[in-house]
């Protein structure tokens, strides 16, 4: 399954970014799907995971009551509200689909990546 991203894109801070990411096909397995991030010279980090029904969500606590997670199962689509954006949000940010639905914040847990979409948050 392929992935694909978008919404990123410079806001000032305190400003609001909406991120969505629709897979290539409509499959019928049923993923949990995560937003990781990765600024430069950093690792890639968790964000945020929602499961296949969107009853169990999880975020970092570097974003948590700022950053709202969500899907759309009609229209295959994941979304990441961002609110309060602040310059250390910026980074290529990074959605993800779990097979086995375990909603992880570990990287190798996650089975297909989208590209990526850069956000770049302005002091």
């Known amino acids: 399954v392929q992935l694909q991203a978008s919404g990123g894109g410079m806001v000032q801070a305190g400003g609001s970014l909406r991120l969505s990411c629709t897979p290539s096909r409509r499959t019928s397995r049923s993923y949990a799907m995560g937003w990781f991030r990765q600024a430069p010279g950093k690792e890639r980090e968790f964000v945020a995971a929602i499961s296949w029904s969107g009853d169990t969500i999880y975020y970092s606590d570097s974003v948590k009551g700022r950053f709202t997670i969500s899907r759309d199962n009609a229209k295959i689509t994941v979304y990441l509200q961002m609110n309060s954006l602040r310059p250390g949000d910026t980074a290529v940010y990074y959605c993800?689909?779990?097979?086995?639905?375990?909603?992880?914040?570990?990287?190798?847990?996650?089975?297909?990546w989208g590209q990526g979409t850069q956000v770049t948050v302005s002091s």
């Open positions: 993800a689909a779990d097979a086995v639905g375990t909603l992880s914040d570990t990287v190798a847990e996650y089975d297909y």
